[in-house]
């Protein structure tokens, strides 16, 4: 059964740092890999997606990798500001014939000025 | 830019009360999901459907049910509201043979 972590639960940063959250999954037959952000409240809006044969995505200051055969996914975020603030989802796309997302739990972003 | 919607963003409603969460999206996806995620935990798929008419129970058992009856609406109901519903409701779709999902801002929804 495909299991996602995401460490660390919580992070606090003081604005301009640079920052890395991390993604591990179980099973290394995925689809592709999402990350999510979430703010308080609210639904998700997707910030990048990495297919299985792609190693990293950019957009932006957010640049995400993915070692599929270690089962791991990085989002690095660039000079980080208030704005950034929010929960950051990582979720997997089952390899299978389902179309079937699954989340970790989330990292909880603070930046403060 | 997508144009996922859900109605109410928020909702309390008493135990036993009916109710119905509504999703709609205008991309003409083929693929819609609903998805229960309570505070401070992952999102669990409760349901999914591929297209009009179809529709199917995903991995987290949900007293609620759907339908499909048109490709940009894809309805979510309880027929009687608990307190163990009390939860935030997430809708989602994707077009066939697209990556990626594209998900709504959701409903909060609380029974007391």
């Known amino acids: 059964k495909q299991e996602v972590t995401q460490i660390p ?3 606090s ?12 999954f179980t099973d290394s ?11 308080p409240g609210k ?8 297919q299985s044969s792609q190693r990293e995505q950019t957009s932006g200051r957010l640049n995400a990798s993915l070692d599929k055969s270690s089962g791991r996914s990085t989002l690095y975020i660039a ?35 | 830019e997508a144009d996922i919607y859900q109605t109410p963003r928020y909702l309390v409603i008493g135990t036993g009360k009916k109710i119905t969460l509504e999703c709609s999206q205008t991309m003409g996806h083929d693929k819609m999901y609903w998805y229960q995620q309570d505070p ?14 179809s ?13 499909r009856i048109r490709t940009e609406h894809f309805p979510l109901t309880l027929e009687s509201a608990r307190p163990s519903h009390t939860s935030q409701y997430l809708c ?19 029974v007391v």
């Open chain 1, 9 to 11: 639960a919580a992070l």
């Open chain 1, 13 to 24: 940063v003081p604005e301009g740092e640079n920052l890395v959250l991390n993604c591990s």
């Open chain 1, 29 to 39: 037959a995925i689809y592709n890999l999402q990350w999510f952000r979430q703010d």
């Open chain 1, 43 to 50: 639904g998700l809006t997707s910030l990048l997606l990495i």
């Open chain 1, 79 to 113: 000079a980080s500001q208030p704005g950034d603030s929010a929960t950051y989802l990582c979720a997997v796309r089952l390899g299978d014939n389902t179309d079937k997302l699954i989340f970790g739990t989330g990292t909880r972003l603070q930046v403060f000025p």
């Open chain 2, 40 to 53: 401070g935990m992952e999102l669990h798929l409760i349901h999914y459907s591929y297209g009009v008419n």
């Open chain 2, 55 to 67: 529709t199917e129970k995903g991995d987290l058992s949900s007293e609620s049910t759907v339908s």
């Open chain 2, 92 to 110: 989602a779709s994707r077009g066939a043979g697209a990556p990626e999902a594209f998900f709504g801002q959701g409903t909060r929804l609380t």
